[in-house]
């Protein structure tokens, strides 16, 4: 496989994101892109990082698919060490078992991360179903999120048609309640169909709401005591997909 | 009570600096505004803070005097989250013991913290006179003092008449001596009317001078071997003392 | 001996650097300017900073030799409180036993630290000669022993006559190949008379290559197993000279 994004921008923000959520990551690369789709550790999490072929300069695989696994630490130092604006290769090299990412800025550079052993680990998309869309305002969302975490270590959301959603964070002496309705500046648009009442860890809530910086929109989908999807799109080149599981407060 | 602030910057430039000194905040609500008087815990520093009517949009307090009491960690952690800018309320809920804090920015925030029990405290104020009052460029007595940090745990006062104050920091093996004399681009203006010479502990004094963002001019009061006068106007809305017992050096 | 530096901008970059290197400071005044030579405690790295007569507004100084032997921490303790663009002023003060540093900015304070005692101990500079020059963008070079160190801890030059110059990372995992050749962005000139091969400490690196606040520019001279030298030049009043031991990899 050798591939070419045009700049570094989106792996900067993307690789520490779900770095932070696993530890191996299982890249696979079709003639659609290339996908990963895991669960965290504690299976409470899901992440579906999709990467369009219009996301690369260059695209070529060997074969129709490709598996590249490498230790999401070791993506994430190199990546930390990319210039946001340098063109970025990705080659794999399977005599020596190593992926290598070239970065093309003012100085050439050329880093070499081992490719990981093992057959493709498939990891189903559950497929869900949701009556209650939000769009939000990813740094309103993201500034709700880490306001809460101040106060309490689980976010309560509930949908009341056919426009409100209520975000609460309860603590054990503080509260925060957020009111959004539609015509407020952090919605984008809203649209709850049926109520709806769930609560989430904000610890998983904080990682995911990093990717503010991935796009300027979050999508919040949810639904009774079901997980949340939480999607952000990266132009029309990248979207990253998160699914939490609800806890039973 | 109700009462709203036409934006957080004094408050989150106040709070943190209170809440370093002491731990339970109480706020006297009158017609003449809120008040806080408080020693911290090892009665070496006195904080008062008062907020003029002027300091708020709306003012409704019930009956003549209303008592506020809470944990200034609990108020730190909260105002640490409001936007510089935004519009704040102050709402006690006495049915559920609550101090709600409305914030008005793009996001509609309603957060509550705990309104502590306990009668009022009252905190005399001593009756202090100085025959020396030194205005000065509050960056600038901040920098002598985070400077003086660096070599020794106390600094010396020393006034003399008609208007020289010199300021020494003298550590075991380093030292700092300043000299700040009228028409210096520090001082704002210098009475110096009795000879003076007092010494203060650093720390308490680093706590006092992060103000510096409150007021352009801090304002000194001294005299020998007896406690220092520093007071931050903010506006015509606010006023921030502190009173420091001097060090037996 | 009483010296003025136009302002603190040198003082401040080069102290901490030289202070992370060596714990007591010989500078030797004459009328050729201030002179500090010194071995770092593990006998790998030198460092040789000058300072020029045209570093210095005036310059007086008793005798022909003056030494001043100071404890580089408290050297930095000061300088990091001076501002970029206030004066300073070195003078010794041999009855106290003290170097006062005034910084003339808007306000005046006067410092001093204690001078150390004991005879002018000579660290004699190793006559090499060397057939490579590269002169390169400093803060390239940084960016490259940055990115290096998160990958290894000692870093492979290669030099290919006539102007090639392979800077190689390899760590137990990871690796970075940067290839530098006449042209590039990062390279001011190359001249490269004979191969060479040599593999030095990244961490000293690392504290080097801070001094591209110093200087644009970093002058590597380096040969096969031999010491690598690296020399900033700030404006023509200072020079910095680093010289570090090869490794024996």
Known sequence: MRVTFPDAKALKKIVPI???????????????????????????AMVIWEMKPEAFIDYTIEGDKEIITVSMDDLKTIVKKLK?????????????????????????????IPLLEGEETETPIPSLEYNNVVELDSKAIKEIIDDASAIADSLKF?????????????????????????????VVSIDIQE???????????????????VSDIAILKLKTDYPLWLEYRYLDKMTLIFILAPRSD
Do not use: H
Not at 29 to 37: C, F, H, N, P, R
Not at 97 to 103: C, E, R, Y
Not at 198 to 211: E, G, N, P, R, T
């Open 18 to 44: 779900v770095a932070d959520l696993i530890s191996e990551g299982q890249f696979v690369a079709t003639e659609e892109g290339i996908k990963l789709v895991a669960m965290d550790p504690a299976s409470i």
């Open 84 to 112: 946001q604006r340098e063109m970025v290769v990705w080659e794999t090299d399977r005599e020596k078992n190593k992926l290598k990412i070239l970065a093309r800025g003012t100085i050439k550079k050329t880093f070499s």
């Open 158 to 186: 509930k949908a009341e048609p056919p426009s409100k959603l209520i975000i609460k964070a309860e603590g054990e002496m503080k509260e925060m309640t957020v009111e959004l309705t539609e015509g407020e500046d952090a």
């Open 195 to 213: 109520e709806a009442y769930a609560s989430y860890s904000i610890d998983y809530l904080k990682k995911f709401a990093k990717a503010a910086d």
